[in-house]
C-alpha cells in the first residue's frame, strides 16, 4: 500500500445517496485520493466516478483487486456489508464500513475475526464517538466534574414520510429491523459513555396496523447497576421529528438534543471546589470539543453559570453517595444548534476517516474499531430477539464469541 507521504488511493463501492455523502465529506482530507467508484448500477457509478475523475467498477471484487486501491469505503445496503467487509480485509484493503456491521451475531464475528488477521484497518461508521459533545461529556466523567454514567436514556421519534410501504428499511432481511439498521449508533453510544458492555436485554417490539413494525424499545443492563433504555419510532413527519438523550450521572443530569448531537444542557450540584473547576470550562472549550480529524466552525459554546447556595450545605445522599453540593450549575454545550446538525455529521464522518487513516500510518486501534461494530450488532440482535420471544436475553460476556444464551 501507499504511504501517507504519498496518499491513500480511497474506492467507494455503493454510489448510492449514502456513499456520495462519504466522498464530499472526505475527499478533501490531506493525502487522500478517490480512484475509484463501484456499483451494480454502472451508470450510477459512473456519474460519482466524473465528479472525482475516479474509474469505474461493477463490485467489491473488482476493488478488493485493484492495485491501485488503499481503503475501500463501503455504503451498500446493510445486507451486503459483512461479506464485502471479508472480501476487502481479505485483499489487505483498509475498511470504512457503514453501519451495522452486519445484519446478525456470527457475520459481525466473522468481520471481527477478519480484522485481526488482516493488513488492513477496519472502522465501523459509528459516527457519535467522533461527535464533539459526547466526547466532552466523557472527558467531564474522567476529570471527575461528572460522576460515572448511570443510567442513558434515549428517544428518537423519526421521520417515516420518506419510507414508503416498499421501502427497504421495513424488510429485516436487507435492513436487519429497526434495531438492527439504526439502534446500534446508540447502543454504541451508551457502551462508549458507559465504557461498559451491557449482559442483559429485554425488548419490546410494536407493529403498525397490517404493516410493519415501526416502533421498538430496548432496555440494557450494564454491570454496576447501570441502565441503558432506547426507543426508536418511525412515525413521523419530518417537521415533527424529535430526539432527546437523557444521562444520569447522579449529582447531575445532561439533556442532548438531535440524534446527532448538537446541543446539551448539564445541571449539576457540587461544592466550592467543584464550583471553581466548572466556571473554568468556557475557556477550554476548544481543548474539550476537539476531535482529530473535525474541523470545528468556530461558533462553537460552552456557557457555565453558577448559582452558589442554592441549596444546604449539609451533606446530601443518594445511592449510598453522600457529599456536601451546595452549589447548582447550569452549563451549556452548543455545537451551533439545528442549523449545524448537517455540519456536524458531515465532519464526524471525516473524523472517523482520519482515524481510520492515522491508524493505517502510524498504529494502534480506531475508536470505533470491528470490536465496537461487533458489540452493538450483537446488542440489537438481542433485543430484536428478545422482543420476539417475550423473555429476557443474557448475553455472554465480552460478547466476542457470537453466542448468547
Given at each position: ?23 464530499d ?42 492495485t ?50 488482516s ?68 447502543f ?12 442483559q ?21 450494564h454491570?454496576?447497576?447501570a ?13 415533527a ?25 448539564i ?40 448559582t ?17 453540593v ?80
Amino acid at each position: 500500500m501507499t504511504s501517507g507521504r504519498t496518499g491513500r488511493r480511497v474506492a467507494l463501492v455503493g454510489c448510492g445517496a449514502f456513499g456520495t455523502f462519504v466522498l464530499d465529506a472526505i475527499h478533501d482530507i490531506p493525502a487522500l485520493r478517490v480512484v475509484a467508484c463501484a456499483d451494480a448500477d454502472r451508470g450510477r457509478a459512473q456519474v460519482l466516478a466524473d465528479r472525482y475523475g475516479a474509474a469505474v467498477h461493477a463490485s467489491v471484487a473488482e476493488v478488493a483487486a485493484a492495485t491501485d486501491v488503499d481503503v475501500v469505503v463501503l455504503a451498500t445496503p446493510p445486507a451486503a456489508h459483512a461479506d464485502a467487509a471479508v472480501t476487502a480485509l481479505r485483499a489487505g484493503k483498509h475498511v470504512f464500513c457503514e453501519k451495522p456491521m452486519a445484519l446478525g451475531v456470527a457475520d459481525a464475528a466473522r468481520v471481527e475475526a477478519e480484522t485481526r488477521g488482516s493488513r488492513g484497518v477496519f472502522v465501523i461508521d459509528h459516527v457519535l464517538r467522533y461527535n464533539p459533545l459526547l466526547r466532552l461529556l466523557k472527558r467531564l466523567e474522567e476529570e471527575r466534574l461528572l460522576d460515572p454514567l448511570r443510567r442513558f436514556a434515549f428517544e428518537n421519534d423519526a421521520s417515516d414520510e420518506d419510507l414508503g410501504p416498499g421501502h427497504w428499511f421495513w424488510d429485516p432481511a436487507y435492513s436487519g429491523g429497526i434495531q438492527i439498521e439504526h439502534g446500534v449508533h446508540f447502543f454504541d453510544a451508551a457502551n462508549a459513555l458507559m465504557g461498559s458492555v451491557p449482559f442483559q436485554v429485554q425488548g419490546t417490539e410494536v407493529r403498525r396496523a397490517e404493516g410493519p413494525v415501526d416502533i421498538v424499545v430496548a432496555t440494557a443492563v450494564h454491570p454496576g447497576g447501570a441502565v441503558a433504555t432506547h426507543t426508536h419510532s418511525f412515525t413521523h413527519a419530518h417537521r415533527a421529528e424529535r430526539q432527546l438523550m437523557r444521562l444520569d450521572y447522579g449529582f447531575a443530569e445532561a439533556r442532548v438534543t438531535g440524534w446527532i448531537p448538537t446541543r446539551a444542557t448539564i445541571t449539576a450540584w457540587t461544592d466550592e471546589a467543584g464550583a471553581v473547576r466548572w466556571e473554568a470550562l468556557p475557556a477550554r472549550a476548544a481543548e474539550l470539543l476537539a476531535v482529530d480529524g473535525l474541523r470545528p466552525h468556530g461558533q462553537e459554546r460552552v456557557t457555565v453559570s453558577v448559582t452558589r447556595d442554592a441549596g444546604s450545605a449539609e451533606p446530601a445522599r443518594g445511592r449510598g453517595v453522600s457529599r456536601s453540593v451546595p452549589h447548582r450549575v447550569e452549563c451549556v454545550v452548543d455545537l451551533g444548534g439545528e442549523d449545524r446538525k448537517q455540519y456536524v455529521y458531515t465532519e464526524s464522518v471525516r473524523a472517523a476517516m482520519a482515524d481510520l487513516l492515522h491508524c493505517a500510518e502510524h498504529g494502534g486501534t480506531p475508536q470505533a474499531d470491528a470490536t465496537a461494530g461487533l458489540t452493538a450488532v450483537a446488542v440489537a440482535d438481542a433485543a430484536t430477539r428478545s422482543a420476539r420471544s417475550g423473555r429476557t436475553v443474557t448475553l455472554t460476556a465480552p460478547v466476542l464469541d457470537g453466542a448468547a444464551r
